[in-house]
């Protein structure tokens, strides 16, 4: 049996991958989980609400559980726990907080002798103007010590800008569900962010898929417009994807899936964060399968219920049949959705594959500068790059001009 732990955003897909191919699961869900754990159990689905490590640990073993597989960012600490209390393969535990914590990720590099992003744990308003004062570099990016999408990110031109950022981030509750007691101060890392996706055997480490981002600053903060896949490998993305494997090998990652972000920099590449779990916010299986011939959490699924054919994908080369690409949908301004003008432009455009969570007309429109999928995703496919720049180019100009989303202020008839 394998227990899937917090399989909530795109853990469902991950959920739902290992269902199509009949395995035996059973969901693990942490307190703050409740509302799915709930979910579950009321469809029938094998389900155990975690009330601490030890008593969960047992349970597990009870129930024959031989692979533990964190399903979502809410669930890599305990999957990480339960792996070591039930003496499972799984990553190496005395990186675990490093996996986490984004500060010790960066030491972690450092003593790998990788090139890191300066990085500054701040604790308090002291410690922030004292880290300023020897800071000669900006802008620079002020962040929380762990969260997702965005969220509290903020590029600041100075200083004063930075402070105000720290003010707005610290002690806020952040999408994790937990209070951002620590801020980090960053080195702004300028260039191309990519993505790189990745599954992992014994130690052994799979390219999957590797992405470019394009992220425009709105408001100050970083906002993910889209991804689009790199089918074919330029000099300078083989030495990025070989510099993550590095900072892989550098964090413990062995068992199962990792999503990695990394800024191609004039000075090379420079790790953004690693993610020990399946990529979010959203993995419709199907437009992967279209481009690559697997999804990412279909290939979590082979390794663990198929490993030798697994391991044959080892002697193969990287590449794709087709470039896929997933668009951020965002509104313009705050608002009540009215009406979705822009679908109608949207699934004409050439390439276009599926859209996936547009927001509910009537309901308003939930902050659109994170990059949670909370707005829609749409899909584009095709073998034509160029083909599909041009299609994501109408996309970005419907969304910034208002013609995608209709919108009303609230209390507006």
Aim: negative net charge.
């Amino acid at each position: 049996m394998i227990a899937l732990v917090n399989p909530v955003s795109s853990g469902t897909e991950l959920a739902d991958a290992f269902t199509e191919e009949g395995a035996d699961c059973l969901h693990v869900y942490t307190q703050d989980q409740a509302a799915a754990f709930h979910s579950a159990t009321g469809r029938g689905i094998k389900s155990l609400l975690h009330t601490g490590p030890s008593e969960t640990a047992e349970k597990l073993r009870a129930a024959g559980v031989h692979t533990v597989i964190a399903a979502s960012e809410f669930g890599v600490t305990l999957a990480d726990e339960l792996s070591e209390l039930l003496g499972l393969p799984h990553h190496q535990h005395e990186l675990r907080a490093a996996r986490r914590d984004k500060y010790l990720m960066a030491a972690a590099l450092a003593d790998a002798g990788l090139p890191h992003a300066r990085t500054v744990l701040i604790r308090g308003e002291g410690e922030l103007r004292e880290a300023l004062d020897g800071w000669d570099a900006f802008p620079l990016m002020v962040k929380p010590l762990n969260s997702a999408g965005s969220d509290g990110c903020h590029v600041s031109a100075d200083a004063e800008e930075a402070v105000a950022a720290f003010r707005a981030a610290a002690g806020r509750l952040n999408l994790m569900g937990e209070v951002n007691d620590e801020v980090l101060l960053q080195e702004f890392l300028d260039g191309t962010q990519y993505i790189v996706n990745t599954v992992s055997m014994e130690g052994r480490h799979l390219l999957t898929e590797v992405y470019a981002e394009r992220i425009d600053q709105v408001d100050g903060a970083p906002v993910l417009r889209h991804i689009i896949s790199r089918p074919v490998l330029d000099d300078a993305e083989r030495e990025l994807v070989d510099y993550v494997l590095r900072c892989l090998d550098a964090l413990g990652i062995q068992e199962g899936a990792a999503h990695t972000e990394v800024m191609l920099t004039s000075q090379g590449p420079r790790l953004v964060e690693v993610n020990s779990r399946v990529m979010g916010p959203s993995l419709a299986p199907d437009p992967y399968h279209a481009a690559f011939g697997y999804s990412h959490q279909h290939l979590v699924v082979e390794r663990f219920l198929r490993p030798e054919e697994f391991a044959r994908r080892f002697e193969l080369p990287y590449t794709a049949a087709r470039t896929v690409a997933k668009v951020f949908l965002r509104s313009h301004r705050p608002g009540v959705l009215r009406a979705v003008d822009g679908a109608r432009t949207l699934r004409r455009l050439a390439g276009f594959h599926s859209v996936d969570r547009l927001p509910t007309v009537g309901e308003p429109i939930r902050d659109r500068h994170l990059t949670t999928g909370a707005s829609g995703i749409a899909y584009l496919v095709h073998e034509d790059e160029d083909l599909l720049l041009n299609s994501l180019g109408v996309i970005h100009d419907l969304e910034d001009t208002g013609g995608f989303y209709r919108l009303v202020d609230a209390g507006q008839d």
